[in-house]
């Protein structure tokens, strides 16, 4: 079956509104559209009404970094994903390993926000992943089993067109992350499509799996080339525009010859 190309990245803690404007606008004005291929930039929350409107009807989603399952409440510094929708974000973060293993996320919140999300019209970016300890136990793929089922628990095929799916193995993504080799992600990729496939059917063979963890221009092409990932999410190596449009042309290339 054939999938669309997703590919993007997430800025993190950087960036003022004025910084992400630049970015946006630059990798903007070099990006033009590709069939079968959709783009993100996820900037801070406090660049989102900014950068939103720069993207509107544009091949490139704005994305938020996290969200509250709730409407609105008694949560003070959480964003709803009304507030997110309302301003034009069309995309939303979830399950990231910085925030289940820096801010104590569990699965089971992860699956409220992400049955939030649909429900108030945003696309998802469902992040799962093992750490190192997990890996060397061997229970990489039981791990990301896991975080895939309880996620989308409840879940209706129906909405599988809003979601996709990155792989980030916890101990290749960051600055001091040891990077992942294409031997390392081809199985666990693997056992993520197997999942879906069991949950949803052929609905599940049409879910993007991107992969990210220390993703450049070097290696880009080789993860594309695997027949289970469709795209991939990239950090620091993408935060400028050209850094944005290298590794896009060297995931393009790998995906290319993969078809």
Not at 58 to 81: C, F, K, R, V
Not at 166 to 189: F, H, L, M, N, Q
Not at 229 to 252: C, N
Request: charged share 15%; glycine share 12%.
């Amino acid at each position: 079956m054939s999938r669309r190309f997703v590919f993007g990245t997430n800025l993190k803690m950087n960036q003022t509104a004025a910084e992400s404007v630049r970015f946006v606008q630059d990798v903007l004005d070099g990006l033009e559209p590709v069939e079968g291929c959709q783009f993100f930039v996820i900037p801070p929350f406090t660049s989102l009404p900014a950068v939103a409107p720069l993207a509107a009807g544009s091949p490139l989603w704005i994305g938020a970094q996290n969200m509250h399952w709730a409407t609105d409440g008694a949560y003070t510094g959480e964003i709803s994903a009304g507030m997110l929708t309302s301003i034009g974000v069309q995309l939303v973060l979830l399950g990231h390993a910085e925030r289940r293993g820096l801010f104590g996320e569990t699965d089971e919140a992860i699956d409220r926000k992400v049955t939030a999300a649909l429900a108030a019209g945003l696309k998802v970016l469902l992040c799962v992943g093992e750490t190192a300890a997990e890996k060397d136990f061997g229970v990489g793929e039981e791990t990301v089993s896991r975080q895939l089922k309880i996620a989308l628990h409840g879940m209706d095929a129906v909405a599988l067109p809003q979601v996709q799916i990155a792989y980030e193995p916890v101990w290749s993504i960051g600055a001091g992350g040891t990077p992942a080799r294409p031997a390392d992600v081809t199985p666990i990729a693997a056992h993520l499509r197997t999942t879906l496939t069991a949950l949803y059917g052929d609905h599940g063979q049409g879910v993007p799996i991107l992969y990210g963890g220390s993703v450049d221009p070097t290696n880009a092409g080789d993860f594309t080339a695997l027949p289970d990932i469709d795209g991939l999410f990239v950090g620091r190596a993408a935060w400028t525009a050209d850094g944005y449009r290298d590794v896009l042309a060297a995931g393009l290339a790998g995906l290319a010859g993969r078809r």
